[in-house]
């Protein structure tokens, strides 16, 4: 197993036990070479085989608080936003006390073509909905509170989030938040584990993350996956049944 902790690997199981005892095993040699551990757990799985470690899932998911700049782009990509789209956006953004404002304040808008910012303010409804200020928020921890917050093996339970546009945007901004304080921080080190890669194989985030030489990444993937997994150049990993 030890061959396998180096740099990215790919899981292929469609047996949850089976890919929680991997993992465990996995994690145990991570922890000995001196990684910290991010468990991002998209179906809520892990929990119940691997319960000593920290848990952070429904009410007690970290708030986050990314910065303009990085929020226009998590969305521009997530919502495939056009150009007239991003500029309102860009516009919008800078003006409004907390990103749950975002729909109105894209409505509000005199100067803004009224066809189009309808449009925007629609997806900013679906994805801000009821709850959102909870995990995203102008009030939330930065990326160097959470890579000082994430020590040892933390498992992040996605799965009480129901709004599936909000939950990867979430997802996608926990990484972004990571690889910006791991690139920051280069004495330290980070195995990531990310469930459910359908989820996250479109993200450039991806690509960047497996170019950061002390963030190891381990695709955890049931076998249907592989297909998908394979058509992705940029992933070049070691691959374990």
Same mark, same amino acid.
């Given at each position: 197993m030890k061959t396998c902790i180096p740099k990215n690997i790919t899981i292929f199981s469609n047996e949850e036990s089976e890919k929680a005892y991997i993992i465990s095993l996995l994690l145990k040699d991570a922890l000995e070479k001196g990684f910290n551990v991010v468990i991002l757990d998209w179906d809520g799985i892990y929990r119940k085989y691997l319960p000593n470690f920290n848990y952070y899932g429904g009410n007690s998911l970290p708030s986050l608080s990314p910065s303009n700049v990085d929020i226009i782009e998590l969305i521009t990509d997530l919502l495939v936003l056009s150009d007239p789209q991003r500029y309102y956006l860009e516009r919008v953004i800078e003006q409004i006390n907390d990103f749950k404002d975002l729909p109105e304040h894209i409505l509000d808008s005199l100067q803004?073509?009224?066809?189009?910012?309808?449009?925007?303010?629609? &997806?900013?409804? +679906?994805?801000? =909905?009821?709850?959102?200020?909870? $995990?995203? =928020? &102008?009030?939330?921890? =930065?990326?160097?509170?959470?890579g000082e917050k994430l020590r040892g093996i933390s498992i992040i339970d996605l799965s009480a989030i129901e709004n599936a546009r909000l939950k990867k945007l979430y997802a996608m901004m926990i990484l972004n938040f990571l690889v910006k304080y791991y690139v920051e921080n280069k004495g330290?080190? $980070?195995? #990531?584990? #990310? +469930?459910?890669?359908?989820?996250? $194989?479109? =993200?450039? #985030?991806?690509?960047?993350t497996m170019q950061e030489n002390n963030i190891n990444l381990c695709i955890i993937a049931n076998e249907h996956e592989l297909k998908n997994i394979i058509k992705t150049p940029a992933l070049h990993f070691n691959v374990l049944y």
């Open positions: 803004f073509n009224i066809g189009t910012a309808t449009v925007l303010a629609r &997806k900013m409804r +679906d994805l801000f =909905s009821e709850g959102s200020e909870k $995990l995203i =928020s &102008k009030t939330g921890i =930065s990326y160097k509170e959470l330290e080190k $980070l195995y #990531l584990l #990310l +469930d459910g890669p359908e989820k996250y $194989l479109r =993200s450039t #985030l991806i690509d960047r």
